[in-house]
C-alpha cells in the first residue's frame, strides 16, 4: 500500500506577514487617535456669561421652534425699521405670515403665544420690545424680541459704530413674567431673564459631527 507524503511547506515571507499586519493595526490606531485629538479640539465652543443659554442645548422643543421663528423674524423687523423708522406691530407681523407671530399650525402647536409690543425710546436709543407668553398650561417660558437702536451714527457726518447688538433674545423659565421695567442687559439680568443664544453655522455643524 502506497503512503501519502506530507511536506511542510514554510511561509516565504517568514514571518514578515504578522508584523506587517501589525504595523499596519499600530499604524491605524495612532491615526484614529490623532484624529480624535484634533476633532475634540476644533468641536469646543466659545463658553457663554452667566446670564446666556444656549438655544439648542437649553430650551425644549417648542421653545426652540418659538426661538427659531423670532431668530428669523428679527432680521425682517430690523431691515423694515432701518429703512422706514417704524417697528412692525404684532397685527401687520401676523398679517404678513411671519412666525412666530402668525396663528398658523406651527403657532398652535408651540404654546400658543400672544406676543405684545411696546416701544420705549430713550435719547438717541430707539428701543422696541416684543413679549411673547405662551397660553397657560403650556410647557413653555417666555420671550422677549429686544431692539436697541442707536441713531447718533445720523447725526453730522461723523460715523460712529453701534455700541449694542441691533437685536437679542432673552428667555424666562416663568410662563406669565412681563418684561423688565429697564430695558437694558443689566434690567433684563436682575430680572431674572437670560439671553439666548444661537449656535453659528460652523457651531451647529460641530455639535452635529461631535
Not at 491615526?31 to 476644533?42: D, E, R, Y
Not at 455700541?163 to 431674572?192: C, L, V
Request: with cysteine; net charge negative; hydrophobic share 35%.
Amino acid at each position: 500500500m502506497n503512503k501519502s507524503s506530507r511536506q511542510l511547506v514554510s511561509p516565504s515571507g517568514k514571518g514578515k506577514e504578522t508584523m506587517y499586519v501589525l504595523l499596519t493595526a499600530i499604524l491605524v490606531t495612532v491615526s484614529c487617535a490623532t484624529l480624535i485629538l484634533v476633532n475634540q479640539k476644533q468641536s469646543e465652543i466659545a463658553n457663554l456669561a452667566d446670564f446666556q443659554i444656549r438655544a439648542f442645548s437649553d430650551l425644549n422643543e417648542k421653545e426652540l421652534a418659538v426661538f427659531n421663528g423670532l431668530y428669523t423674524a428679527a432680521v425682517e423687523i430690523n431691515a423694515i425699521h432701518s429703512e422706514e423708522e417704524e417697528w412692525l406691530t404684532v397685527p401687520q407681523l401676523e398679517e404678513e405670515l411671519m412666525p412666530p407671530f402668525t396663528k398658523d399650525t406651527s403657532w398652535k402647536n408651540n404654546g400658543r403665544f400672544n406676543w405684545t409690543r411696546s416701544l420705549r425710546p430713550s435719547g438717541s436709543m430707539d428701543i422696541a420690545l416684543y413679549t411673547g407668553h405662551p397660553k397657560q398650561g403650556e410647557e413653555t417660558g417666555s420671550f422677549i424680541l429686544l431692539f436697541l437702536h442707536n441713531h447718533t451714527q445720523k447725526q453730522g457726518n461723523a460715523r460712529t459704530e453701534p455700541s449694542h447688538a441691533p437685536y437679542e433674545i432673552w428667555y424666562h423659565t416663568s410662563a406669565g413674567k412681563p418684561a423688565p421695567q429697564i430695558a437694558t442687559d443689566q434690567g433684563f439680568i436682575s430680572a431674572g431673564w437670560k439671553e439666548v443664544i444661537a449656535y453659528s453655522g460652523e457651531d451647529e455643524v460641530k455639535r452635529i459631527k461631535g
